[in-house]
């Protein structure tokens, strides 16, 4: 334990005195070292955290957990195999679907699109699409009408605004004497939704099951099955049972066999962002190592006269490991302070780089989402704390060890 005197000492070491400003400018900078270190890996390792976050929100509330896709991209009788889903424990929900590649167009311009029809009350509940309407509602939603809703992307990249008429036309369409005719059909905008996942916003085009199956003549067939569980990081156990009883109707896929690359990049650049600026952290350290050098030095006929008045060595190292663990936990403070206002004002901060550079540093084309995200994971920063704690006190042990071993004998015989 630290006794009062101890603490007395190491306190007044770190307090800058006549003379010694260069030492406190020292401290200052090491301090400041740790301050950056802390703060980086609190922000990257956040805005990491938030990426892998949002992305797995936005897919996961668009696609589901699982998806069951027929063979031929048809499920004929699937009623039965829909109420073994929805008994299966640990699905909340399941539903079926269609979804189809095709050609949108309006006003003179056309697009590729990814058409997906679902049953008209799921549409309206799903809690991902009714939070981002940005235009129109999804409460027009029925069964039997030619509506739709699109993404936002699609919308300005085709002009469309709730109320105006889009054409869908699918190649297969019905064969004559002079072959394939394209199946052409309008389709009434009412609403216009931004999920956040540029590539969706892009494509998408949302309609009712029962006008997906009358504009793809499927009769009372569906394209798929979508299966929404209570975790999504348990669903392989999930859909253990299920894997028996699919193999007659088509075949399953879990959003990590569908994601599966893009996740594992994110995890890769996550582990790599943590290694690289763990480096920033590491040269923090030693900055504390010199520092605390630099401070035994100037403070050696002090620890002298300590020693001839009695106090032990490992008094003098718990006092050097007192002050060097001081520097490290006040820069660790304004670390995570510095991390914290970083966050903050990431989408400013970004914006501000991109207006001084003009570069856009964020793009939602390349990094799929709309804005830079942010989600705290307090495991991992309990983690960062800890971490930058022991390389504090690691730091702190040569310098200590050298102001312990002092003789003073030999400091003080010419003084």
């Given at each position: 334990?630290?006794?009062?005197?101890e603490?007395?000492?190491?306190w007044?070491y770190?307090k800058p005195?006549?003379g010694?400003?260069?030492?406190?400018?020292?401290?200052?900078?090491?301090?400041?070292?740790?301050m950056?270190?802390?703060?980086?890996?609190?922000?990257?390792?956040?805005v990491?955290?938030?990426f892998?976050a949002?992305?797995?929100?936005?897919?996961?509330?668009?696609?589901?957990?699982?998806?069951?896709?027929?063979?031929?991209g048809k499920?004929?009788?699937?009623k039965?195999?829909?109420?073994?889903?929805?008994?299966?424990?640990g699905?909340t929900?399941?539903?079926?679907?269609?979804e189809?590649?095709?050609?949108?167009?309006?006003?003179?311009?056309?697009?590729?699109?990814?058409?997906?029809?679902?049953?008209?009350?799921?549409?309206?509940t799903?809690?991902?699409?009714?939070s981002s309407?940005?235009?129109?509602?999804?409460k027009d939603?029925?069964?039997?009408?030619?509506?739709?809703?699109?993404?936002?992307?699609?919308a300005?990249q085709?002009?469309?605004?709730?109320?105006?008429?889009?054409?869908?036309?699918?190649?297969?369409?019905?064969?004559t004497?002079f072959?394939?005719?394209?199946?052409?059909a309008?389709?009434?905008?009412?609403a216009?939704?931004?999920v956040?996942?540029?590539d969706?916003?892009?494509?998408?085009?949302?309609?009712?099951l029962?006008?997906?199956?009358?504009?793809?003549?499927?009769?009372?067939?569906?394209g798929?099955?979508n299966?929404?569980?209570?975790?999504?990081?348990?669903?392989?156990?999930?859909?253990?049972?299920?894997k028996?009883?699919?193999?007659?109707?088509?075949?399953?896929?879990?959003?990590k066999i569908?994601?599966?690359?893009?996740?594992?990049?994110?995890q890769?650049?996550?582990l790599?962002?943590?290694?690289?600026?763990?480096?920033?952290?590491?040269?923090a350290?030693?900055?504390?190592?010199?520092?605390l050098i630099?401070?035994?030095?100037?403070?050696?006929?002090?620890?002298?006269?300590?020693r001839?008045?009695?106090?032990?060595?490992?008094?003098?190292?718990r006092?050097?490991m007192?002050?060097?663990?001081?520097?490290?936990?006040?820069?660790?403070?304004?670390?995570?302070?510095?991390?914290f206002?970083?966050?903050?004002?990431?989408?400013?901060?970004?914006?501000a780089?991109?207006?001084?550079t003009?570069?856009?540093?964020?793009?939602?084309?390349v990094?799929?989402?709309?804005?830079?995200?942010?989600?705290?994971?307090w495991?991992?920063l309990?983690?960062?704390?800890?971490?930058?704690?022991l390389?504090?006190?690691?730091?702190?042990?040569?310098?200590?060890?050298?102001?312990?071993?002092?003789d003073?004998?030999?400091v003080?015989?010419?003084d």
């Open positions: 334990m630290l006794s009062a005197y603490r007395m000492v190491a007044r770190l005195r006549r010694e400003g260069f030492m406190f400018v020292v401290v200052g900078f090491s301090i400041v070292g740790i950056l270190g802390v703060g980086a890996l609190v922000a990257v390792m956040t990491m955290n938030g892998r949002e992305l797995l929100d936005k897919i996961i509330g668009v696609n589901g957990h699982a998806l069951i896709i027929g063979y031929d499920i004929n009788n699937w039965p195999l829909l109420e073994q889903v929805k008994a299966t424990p699905v929900k399941a539903m079926p679907m269609i189809r590649q095709l050609m949108g167009s309006h006003a003179s311009r056309s697009s590729g699109i990814i058409v997906r029809g679902l049953p008209a009350e799921d549409i309206e799903n809690p991902l699409m009714k309407v940005t235009a129109g509602s999804l939603f029925t069964n039997n009408e030619s509506v739709v809703a699109v993404g936002s992307g699609l300005d085709l002009a469309l605004k709730v109320g105006d008429s889009m054409t869908l036309i699918a190649p297969e369409g019905q064969v004497p072959g394939t005719t394209p199946r052409i309008a389709f009434k905008v009412i216009i939704v931004q956040g996942v540029s969706y916003d892009k494509a998408f085009v949302f309609m009712p029962a006008s997906a199956q009358n504009f793809f003549d499927l009769g009372t067939a569906v798929g099955i299966i929404i569980s209570a975790n999504a990081d348990t669903i392989e156990e999930t859909i253990a049972p299920l028996s009883k699919i193999p007659p109707y088509g075949q399953i896929y879990t959003w569908v994601n599966k690359s893009l996740f594992d990049a994110l890769v650049e996550q790599m962002m943590f290694f690289i600026v763990s480096i920033i952290m590491l040269v350290a030693f900055n504390i190592v010199s520092s630099m401070l035994v030095q100037s403070k050696i006929k002090d620890i002298a006269i300590l001839t008045m009695g106090a032990e060595r490992k008094a003098m190292l006092l050097f007192l002050s060097g663990t001081t520097i490290g936990l006040i820069g660790i403070t304004l670390g995570f302070a510095f991390g206002l970083i966050l903050a004002f990431r989408n400013n901060i970004a914006n780089i991109s207006r001084a003009g570069y856009n540093v964020f793009d939602p084309s990094y799929f989402l709309s804005e830079l995200p942010a989600r705290y994971n495991h991992q309990s983690g960062i704390f800890i971490l930058s704690f390389l504090t006190i690691l730091a702190t042990i040569y310098p200590s060890w050298k102001a312990a071993s002092t003073p004998v030999t003080l015989r010419y």
